[in-house]
């Protein structure tokens, strides 16, 4: 489990899709993650510190969660398969005891946000879909690593790459001179 936080939210010039860009704490690793428009703007709105007349539906579960006397503890980005990504918002209730709640990412992140909880991802999920920026040509990298006798371990099979074909396109145009403007919301 490794923390990450939440870079910007971008829009795709090639679908007008948004994309949750989210960077490892304590590395390199960028991941980059489809959300819907209603989603980004949820997060958009928090992070730019918007105050809405109304709760949003984000702020509403927070709400009946804290109601209820839970607090939500951190989420995490678990799993992806098949070009769909999983998460869980892990709550502890008012007895104490933790747990496991199945969540998009984007509505887990935008809860993390509104409660300052941590945000995590497996090692698997960024093993699979993270991307590194080379800073002298501003392009997206491959994670590539060697093992002990020099052999180049990617640890992730042909078929789960062409499986990634949504994020190809745009991971191999990611640019960081881009992620690096319009901090923090970038919409």
Known sequence: MLEISV???RVSLMNYQRVVIL?????????PIWIGPHEAEAIA????????????????MG???STLGGKIIHILITDL????????????GSNGEQISIDSRPSDAIALAIRSKAQIFASESVLDKAGVSIDSELGKSIRNLEEDDD??????????EIK????????????????????????V
């Open 163 to 186: 499986n990634m074909s949504a994020f190809r396109d745009f991971i191999e145009g990611l640019n960081l001179d881009d992620l690096e403007k319009d901090k923090p919301g970038g």
């Open 63 to 65: 709400n009946i969660i």
């Open 23 to 31: 960077k490892e704490k304590e590395g390199d690793r960028y991941l």
């Open 81 to 92: 398969e098949n070009d769909t990504f999983y998460a869980q918002i892990v709550v502890q």
């Open 45 to 60: 709105v928090k992070l730019q510190n918007i105050t809405v007349t109304r709760p949003m539906s984000h702020d509403l």
């Open 150 to 159: 020099g052999v180049i371990d990617t640890s992730v099979d042909e078929e």
């Open 7 to 9: 870079d910007s939210i």
